[in-house]
């Protein structure tokens, strides 16, 4: 059994929670907020948990040996560092940082403290994603792809009326990219590979990151444009464009319906995809199956093919960012 401690009390760490335990390999064993209010209301459904309000207090709870961080993105780095000192596996809520520096030393720390790292792009566990990667060709036979997520945020909300949510600033590395437009990179470089170029026109708001945004990834012989944004919404498909026809998809997450049409238009054929009632249940059990059995070699090839992904979409996101002027806090560092 799992030992899991959160960082971050908010929808989707519960979202999280329900998810682990629903797999039967995790048990919450304590709660991290900076009020005790709010860790006790957030844990009382629990059983047996302990609650902290600071940090030193939370990595010092010996019997936790996995922490779930869900805090702002630009909290990330620090708090995984001092997690992984502390001698525990660790889940960062995506994106896990907001830097290729970042990311290489908490990759290289983690191997160092013989501890696991895990972002947690849910879109890459599902079972559906798995069967869309087993029918897709090879990359030679792939023209091109278009792939979006834009959903408005209320936050936004808040920015219209002068203020600057976490969301939305650059002090905690926010932005529509670096949120929603995690998922369609993922799903570009998990298919297609690392892209030769990455670019991003944003549309920048009142506190100066993107609120919506156009990138393209330039392959050899295609190109997957990704349409991302938190100020209005998207009800368009993704599309996969092959040299004998077209892959439609009803998102790029939580996929619940994929179709092949060819290019004679003389058949359908329906993928066998269904999402799961909790988005976050597959990547929660996929992280557990490497925790509780760290000595498989098939579990860690995984492993290490997930870690080298992370690595690669941080620096697509990076990159993607560069492209369009936006600058973090994180940058300066």
């Given at each position: 059994m799992i030992n899991l401690g959160i960082i971050g009390t908010n929808w989707i760490t519960d979202q999280f929670v329900q998810a682990a335990h629903q797999t039967g390999s995790y048990q919450l064993a304590a709660v991290y907020s900076r009020r005790l209010e709010?860790?006790?209301?957030?844990?009382?459904?629990?059983?047996?948990?302990?609650?902290?309000?600071?940090?030193?207090?939370?990595?010092?709870?010996?019997?936790?040996?996995?922490?779930?961080?869900?805090?702002?993105?630009?909290?990330?780095?620090e708090q995984a560092k001092q997690a992984i000192l502390a001698g525990k596996n660790i889940i960062v809520e995506k994106p896990a940082f907001s830097t290729p520096q970042?990311?290489?030393?908490?990759?290289?720390?983690?191997?160092?403290?013989?501890?696991?790292?895990?972002?947690?792009?849910?879109?890459?566990?599902?079972?559906?994603?798995?069967?869309?990667?087993?029918?897709?060709?090879?990359?030679?036979?792939?023209?091109?792809?278009?792939?979006?997520?834009?959903?408005?945020?209320?936050?936004?909300?808040?920015v219209l009326d002068g203020e600057e949510p976490n969301i939305f600033s650059p002090h905690f590395s926010g932005g529509a990219l670096v949120d929603?437009?995690?998922?369609?990179?993922?799903?570009?470089?998990?298919?297609?590979?690392?892209?030769?170029?990455?670019?991003?026109?944003?549309?920048?708001?009142?506190?100066?990151?993107?609120?919506?945004?156009?990138?393209?990834?330039?392959?050899?012989?295609?190109?997957?444009?990704?349409?991302?944004?938190?100020?209005?919404?998207?009800?368009?498909?993704?599309?996969?464009?092959?040299?004998?026809?077209?892959?439609?998809?009803?998102?790029?997450?939580?996929?619940?319906?994929?179709?092949?049409?060819?290019?004679?238009?003389?058949?359908?054929?329906?993928?066998?995809?269904?999402?799961v009632e909790n988005p976050m249940v597959e990547e929660a059990a996929a992280f557990a199956e490497v925790i509780l059995n760290p000595t498989d070699r098939t579990l860690g090839t995984n492993y290490e093919e997930w870690v080298e992904l992370a690595r690669n979409v941080n620096q697509v996101l990076y990159d993607m960012r560069k492209s369009a002027g936006i600058v973090f806090d994180a940058d300066e560092k």
């Open positions: 709010t860790a006790q209301k957030f844990g009382e459904n629990y059983g047996d948990v302990e609650y902290a309000t600071d940090l030193v207090t939370f990595f010092a709870i010996q019997h936790v040996d996995t922490v779930y961080i869900a805090s702002p993105n630009s909290l990330h780095f970042e990311m290489d030393e908490i990759i290289e720390l983690a191997n160092q403290q013989r501890v696991f790292f895990f972002e947690a792009a849910r879109n890459i566990h599902e079972q559906a994603f798995k069967t869309i990667a087993d029918f897709l060709p090879l990359k030679d036979q792939t023209i091109g792809a278009d792939f979006s997520f834009m959903k408005y945020s209320s936050r936004y909300d808040q929603l437009g995690v998922y369609p990179i993922y799903a570009a470089l998990a298919w297609f590979g690392m892209p030769n170029e990455s670019l991003y026109f944003a549309k920048k708001i009142q506190t100066d990151v993107d609120g919506i945004g156009t990138g393209i990834l330039r392959y050899e012989e295609f190109d997957v444009t990704i349409r991302t944004g938190k100020i209005s919404d998207s009800y368009q498909p993704a599309e996969i464009f092959l040299s004998n026809g077209t892959l439609v998809l009803d998102a790029i997450h939580s996929i619940d319906e994929a179709v092949f049409h060819d290019r004679d238009h003389q058949r359908k054929i329906k993928l066998s995809v269904q999402r």
